[in-house]
């Protein structure tokens, strides 16, 4: 039930029927702002504007400036974008940019750790190897609405430091601490924005960032509202 709809609306009165724009308007970049838009959050905070985003499908590179953000109108978005849209719905206008771009506005909260379907793993940075079992706090260390950037293991696809990017968005494994249990949402390659546990990214090297103080102060300013 959340996420975004558009929807083709046909009406009939006394014989004559008017309808609505259906699929076939289109504009550079995506689908025309006048299909009608239907759009569910799951909440008031920025995770909750995030959720908004079900159902957008994933374009790599998605583009556009500001209000003409191909994210920005649920057109598409990419798993960077998806978070700056977000953001900006939740009362903060941040510039559209890419996962390292992201680091503008987010400050690391912990170091580099080794995620793996057995656990979260401190690392030896020389050799990038597990040197202990990391204990990160739920709520503390790490909190609903974190960044988790993602180097995955034994992937050359890529010549980028960060491959992908996900948001913590729970605490449904061991209570009380992060671990591979917990959700993350993340823009997947295949269906758009979708909510899986963190260990499905594994194994991976990642690193967590919080948004800096003045961003969520906007994000609080908005939800108390006027």
Known sequence: GLGVMRYRVELEVDGAKIASRGEAPVVRGGISPR??????????????HLTSFFNVPNV????????????????????????????RRAGAPLPYTSVAGLSRFAR?????????????????????Q?????????????RRGDIMLIDYLGFAGSPRSWDHVAVVSGDRGRVGYFDPADPVMHMGYLY?????????????????????RSIRRTFARRRRGP
């Open 35 to 48: 299909i009608m838009r239907v759009t569910f959050r799951g909440g008031d905070d920025w995770v909750g």
């Open 60 to 87: 790599f590179g998605s583009g556009g400036s500001g209000r003409t953000h191909q994210a920005e109108l649920y057109q598409g978005a990419d798993c960077a974008d998806v978070i700056i849209a977000a953001a």
């Open 108 to 128: 690391p909260i912990s170091e580099l750790l080794l995620l793996t379907k057995d656990g979260v793993f401190e690392i030896d940075v020389a050799t990038r």
């Open 130 to 142: 597990a040197s202990g079992r990391a204990a990160l706090r739920f709520g503390t260390d790490i």
């Open 192 to 212: 758009g924005l979708t909510e899986t546990a963190a260990h499905d990214e594994g194994p991976a090297l990642v690193r967590f960032l919080r948004f800096k």
